[in-house]
């Protein structure tokens, strides 16, 4: 179960705004989307979340007010971030309410630019507290830390608390290291949409995506089908969303997918300070490019 339940497709959902408060109707909207998409698990309060410009308050409504519409349809991941005080992380872990979360998404502190040493020791202590499985997060773009390969495998196999990562470094070379060495019951996730194809072709199991809010069909059907063996269609559906994303980062993340998502009617692009909304210009390329895909996605299909 530990290896099947993460495995796949997750979406790491975005918050969505409306006069800077959370946009609870669109939400509901975005869930459903992703879920009748064929999404495999829900992911709220990441990154993408814009947890870190969420209020305690905001985070606890917006994952309550998840996992109520999601009604155990799939699993919840909650992320817990925005800390780099291990102690304080420990403690709040302590205090938190975990009902209806099957696991939690923790990334590695940003700011302090830990060692190796640090940031293992700053996991083992959450997992010493955590009552529920934990996905590492290595994002060294946000950190200013990378986590490397035998960093992540000895995590893995010090604690069973650990069942996967979620890697963002989109370096191949450091995710193929942690798949041949890692145990057989820690998966290797994507944290980069445009290299979780050639990631699970090494033997990667999944992705927490970015683009699966706007496309989770194609995104989930990819995945589902690379993991299946089936690299050509996979191939197919991943070059047909390969030149979406380069503009879905290009003022950073969720600026761009929350502009996606506008574009496609679920919300407004709205984002907290000190994010901006996407640009006039970059949206316009971005909305070129989606209809594009979807034309040529109807024309081969």
């Not at 946009?23 to 064929?38: K, M, P, Q, T, V």
Request: net charge negative; glycine share 8%.
């Amino acid at each position: 179960m530990k290896m099947q339940q993460f495995s796949g497709t997750g979406v790491a959902l975005i918050t969505p705004f409306r006069d800077y408060k959370v946009d609870f109707d669109a939400l509901e909207r975005i869930i459903e989307h992703c879920i009748s998409g064929g999404v495999d698990y829900l992911v709220s309060l990441g990154t993408t979340g814009e947890a870190i410009t969420l209020t305690g308050a905001e985070c606890r409504e917006v994952l309550d007010f998840t996992i109520k519409v999601n009604a155990g349809r799939l699993p919840v991941v909650a992320g817990l971030f925005g800390r780099n005080n291990t102690s304080y992380l420990v403690e709040a872990t302590k205090s938190y309410n975990f009902e209806g979360i099957d696991a939690i998404l923790s990334s590695s502190p940003a700011y302090n630019k830990p060692t190796q040493e640090g940031i293992f020791q700053h996991y083992m202590a959450l997992a010493e507290v955590s009552p529920r499985p934990i996905i590492i997060y290595n994002v060294p773009g946000r950190t200013s830390s990378n986590m490397e390969a035998n960093t992540l495998v000895r995590l893995a196999k010090a604690s069973d608390k650990f069942i996967a990562v979620k890697e963002a470094s989109g370096n191949l070379v450091q995710g193929a290291k942690v798949i041949k060495h890692k145990p057989d019951d820690f998966m290797v996730l994507s944290g980069d949409d445009p290299t979780a194809l050639p990631l699970i072709s090494c033997g990667g199991e999944g992705v927490i995506s970015v683009i699966a809010n706007v496309f989770p069909a194609q995104f989930s059907d990819m995945i589902r089908s690379a993991m299946n063996g089936d690299f050509a269609t996979a191939s197919a559906l991943h070059l047909q969303m390969l030149d979406v994303h380069q503009w879905l980062y290009v003022e950073g993340n969720p600026t761009g997918i929350k502009a996606a998502m506008e574009i496609q009617g679920f919300c407004s692009r709205e984002t907290r300070l000190p994010l901006t909304p996407m640009s006039g210009p970059n949206y316009t390329r971005l909305k070129a490019e989606m209809q594009r895909m979807l034309v040529n996605t109807q024309a081969q299909g």
